[in-house]
C-alpha cells in the first residue's frame, strides 16, 4: 500500500511538469504567433494522452505501483497545476491584446 501512494505522488509530481511544460509551450507560442495557438492545442494534447499511457503501461508491465494509483496522480498532477496556469496564460493573453490595441491606436493617430 505505501508504494502505490508513493507512485501516485511521483506521478502528481511528473504530472506537474508535463503541465508546466505545457503552459511553457503554450506561452511561447502565444507571444511570438498567436495565430497558429490552436495548433498548439491539439500537440498539447498529444503531449497529455502520451504521457497518460506511458504512466498506464509503466504501471501494468512493471510492479511499481497499482496502474490506478498512478494514473490518479498523473491525472491529478496535471489537471490542478492547469488552473493555475490557464489564469496565467490568460492574463499574458490581455496584456497582448492591450499592447496590440494600444499599437493600432498610436498608427491611427
Same mark, same amino acid.
Given at each position: 500500500m505505501p508504494y502505490n501512494i508513493i507512485g501516485?505522488?511521483? #506521478? ?20 511570438? #504567433? ?60 490581455e496584456s497582448l491584446s492591450h499592447k496590440t490595441k494600444n ?7
Open positions: 501516485a505522488a511521483v #506521478a502528481a509530481a511528473t504530472g506537474f511538469f508535463v503541465a508546466f511544460a505545457n503552459y511553457l509551450l503554450s506561452k511561447s507560442i502565444l507571444v511570438k #504567433a498567436p495565430d497558429k495557438y490552436s495548433l498548439i492545442t491539439v500537440a498539447r494534447s498529444v503531449i497529455q494522452v502520451g504521457f497518460l499511457a506511458v504512466v498506464y503501461f509503466v504501471g501494468t508491465k512493471t510492479a511499481v505501483a497499482d496502474p490506478v494509483y498512478l494514473l490518479v496522480g498523473a491525472v491529478l498532477g496535471m489537471t490542478v497545476p492547469m488552473f493555475f496556469f490557464t489564469k496565467k496564460l490568460l492574463a499574458v493573453n499599437e493600432k491606436e498610436d498608427e491611427n493617430g
